[in-house]
């Protein structure tokens, strides 16, 4: 049941809308498929993260997005290269790509693992005056060796935000076996 304007005596008529579905609908379709960077934070060669970030790039490929998976390995902590460094420059330019990404890291002494954290502070929060990150949309997983917190899906998530990035708000842990 809408009530009328005059219930609602703070508000100006002339800056009240109602909000039209139809405004709301974007009238510029892509012309190409969702694109979505997969990051995971453990270089182990079994790495659990890294084969629930395939699992997650094999469902994504499913529901029609196309995906690309950086693999750390090489990458150097920040600060100890300049930013021209090869593995820097191909993160860069896939964060640049991606539409949205997927973080997964293992916990580790409560938190998540120096390597995810490094491919996050590698992605620039501004190009000049825009944040490559702004708006892309965000999910977020970590793999447990037995514990069951979801410190690193929090932290991964306040980074997201700080980011400005679209966040899900579901948690996603998976036990390692």
Not at 5 to 25: G, I, K, N, Q, T
Not at 80 to 87: I, L
């Amino acid at each position: 049941m809408t009530k009328p304007l005059s219930a609602l005596p703070a508000a100006a008529p002339e800056h009240f809308r109602v909000p039209d579905p139809e405004r709301l609908a974007n009238p510029i379709r892509s012309s190409h498929q969702p694109r979505i960077l997969l990051l995971y934070g453990s270089l182990r060669e079994r790495s659990f993260s890294r084969l629930l970030v395939e699992e997650a790039q094999r469902l994504l490929q499913a529901m029609g997005a196309e995906t690309k998976v950086f693999n750390p390995s090489g990458l150097p902590l920040p600060d100890d290269a300049p930013d021209t460094h090869p593995k820097v420059q191909e993160l860069r330019s896939l964060a640049q790509w991606a539409e949205g990404m997927v973080w997964c890291s293992p916990e580790r002494h409560g938190a998540m693992t120096g390597i995810m954290k490094t491919q996050i502070d590698w992605i620039p929060l501004s190009t000049g005056a825009v944040r490559p990150t702004q708006g892309k949309t965000l999910a977020v997983m970590q793999v447990c060796g037995g514990s069951q917190s979801f410190n690193a899906v929090n932290q991964m998530r306040v980074l997201g935000r700080w980011m400005r990035m679209l966040g899900s708000p579901q948690n996603s842990e998976f036990k390692a076996r």
